[in-house]
């Protein structure tokens, strides 16, 4: 338990990513047993520059082999290990399920974060989920609060259909933020996170973050009594959730037919 027999060194980067390699390399001075990088590819690449040896616990959204961290899903091979959230992975899916819900005459906007190491895959993976659908995309970047607000009154200006969050720790940090802005600029959104549907935004589509969490606890718990990281296998959802905020679609005037309705795997109403 924290503080008897084990204790917890916390390090936020507030979203800068910038700042990610010299907290890594700290807490590797500091010879801790293990490091949980929980805020996606970023976090879990300073960690993986910063030491071969230090047990490494990662949580992120895109594909750890596509970036070194492991060998294979089934044996990573190295220092590293967690859970692979396929959130990067999911956003085609999301512009299918909003292409769905917002006018076709208007082009639609991803949201992305111009300081992330993934904002040029996102942005490109989002072009070629368009062009299948029959969508123009616009990309809108924020990197800080003051940005965001201004993202989402480009969006209005614009006059475009609908809004993509991207897969962010940055955004994920953000979702009260989020559910105002919709709210404010009566922007229909889709975001990979839970969270952001409850605090506002249109809907959601992605894999559960409390659930991510629990597992890179136990698989830290394991790595803490022994378990080396090389034999513990990278973890990747089975379910994927549609969570829909009703009130959100009755305040946008989007119409919500029966038949999505019952796709979704909750309605916040």
């Known amino acids: 338990m924290s503080g008897q027999n084990v204790a917890i060194e916390y390090r936020w980067a507030e979203g800068r990513y910038d700042r990610l390699r010299g907290m890594a390399d700290e807490l590797v001075g500091r010879k801790v047993a293990a490091i949980v990088a929980v805020g996606g590819a970023p976090v879990a690449l300073a960690a993986k520059s910063a030491t071969a040896t230090t047990p490494i616990i990662f949580v992120m959204g895109d594909d750890p082999i596509r970036h070194g961290l492991v060998r294979t899903l089934s044996q ?39 300081t992330s190491p993934q904002a040029e895959e996102q942005s490109k993976a989002i072009q070629n989920a368009a062009h299948v659908v029959g969508r123009k995309v616009r990309i809108l970047r924020a990197s800080t609060e003051a940005e965001l607000e201004a993202a989402f009154a480009s969006f209005a200006e614009g006059r475009m259909g609908g809004l993509l969050v991207g897969a962010d720790t940055f955004f994920t940090s953000q979702a009260k933020t989020f559910g105002a802005l919709a709210a404010r600029f009566a922007v229909p959104a889709i975001s990979p996170w839970r969270d952001h549907a409850a605090a506002g935004i249109l809907m959601s589509y992605g894999p559960s973050l409390a659930d991510a969490y629990r597992l890179s606890g136990v ?10 990281p090389a034999d513990l296998p990278v973890i990747q959802p089975t379910k994927f959730e549609l969570v829909l905020n009703l009130k959100a679609a009755k305040q946008l005037g989007v119409a919500i037919s029966r038949d999505f309705l019952t796709r979704a795997d909750e309605v916040i109403e």
């Open 76 to 114: 990573p091979g190295g220092n590293a290990t967690g859970v692979s959230l396929m959130a990067v992975a999911l956003e085609g899916k999301r512009l299918e399920l909003l292409h769905e819900l917002v006018p076709k005459n208007r082009p639609v906007a991803m949201l992305i974060n111009p």
């Open 219 to 228: 698989y830290t718990g394991r790595i803490l009594k022994g378990t080396k």
